[in-house]
């Protein structure tokens, strides 16, 4: 169920979001009063799939997954959520309960801000509701392009593209330790597992990578960007 921080206030947060630069002070007081800053352990659930939304969540620190089931129970990762992404968008105006389980995959830290809070403020506040619409409208962008990134590449194409995502998007740097499973990687890129650990075999032989259990090193950026060009 993670565990409640002695919360920081949003008006001295290091990691506010820009939407919330829209808000004055007496706004962000509002925001102080409702809501909890929640630490929560790699592995642990932050909300399930089917939960009613109460709560407006901002990621302030760590990595997340977000994951949904089919109805054969096959389990597909939506997306990765990074820190300051609000990581509920999604769904939450659309929907009384959420569409996916959101999951910590580093230790994280979330912001939950009461729901009706948030909508009695973008009534009142044209600036910060539109800053919202922009937002919820590039993050269904984002997962689309992220999709179509995907869904239009082979194989090695795939492995490269998540790859080049962590290292250029995530962690800033060819050598990082990855935060998901082969397992997850198959459900991101919908592939099996089977095809994801052949083919990260064989970037290692082709000299593209190195790979020490979850490290991985990046040994060539540009001829495995071009993989991923090529498809």
């Known amino acids: 169920m993670g565990k409640i921080l002695n919360t920081s206030t949003c008006t001295r947060c290091g990691y506010r979001s820009w939407a919330f630069n829209q808000l004055d002070p007496s706004s962000l007081q509002r925001i102080d009063d409702h809501k909890r800053e929640v630490f929560y352990e790699k592995g642990e659930v932050i909300c399930r799939e089917g939960d009613e ?3 407006f969540l901002y990621l302030r620190k760590g990595l997340v997954k977000l994951l949904a089931t089919e109805k054969n129970e096959k389990e597909h ?9 609000f990581i509920g968008l999604l769904s939450i105006f659309s929907n009384k309960h959420h569409i996916y389980t959101i999951t910590a995959l580093e230790d994280s830290v979330v912001c939950f801000v ?3 809070l948030i909508r009695d403020m973008m009534r ?6 539109l800053d919202f619409l922009e937002k919820s ?3 269904a962008d984002d997962v ?3 999709r179509l990134s995907i869904n239009t590449k082979q194989l090695r194409g795939r492995i490269a593209y998540i790859l080049l995502f962590f290292a250029q998007r995530i962690y800033k740097s060819n ?3 990855l935060p998901i499973s082969r397992k997850e990687i198959a459900q991101l890129i919908d592939m099996s597992t089977e095809n994801v650990i052949r083919i990260l075999s064989e970037f290692r032989k082709d000299k593209l990578i190195e790979i020490e259990g979850k490290f991985i090193r990046i040994l060539d950026p540009d001829r495995l960007q071009r993989v991923y060009d090529l498809g």
Do not use: M, R, W, Y
């Open 53 to 55: 939304i109460h709560s």
């Open 77 to 85: 990762i939506i997306s990765i959520g990074k820190p300051l992404d």
């Open 137 to 139: 409208s590039k993050v």
């Open 114 to 116: 009461d729901l009706e």
């Open 175 to 177: 050598e990082f330790e």
């Open 144 to 146: 689309i392009n992220t």
């Open 124 to 129: 009142k506040n044209g600036g910060f509701a």
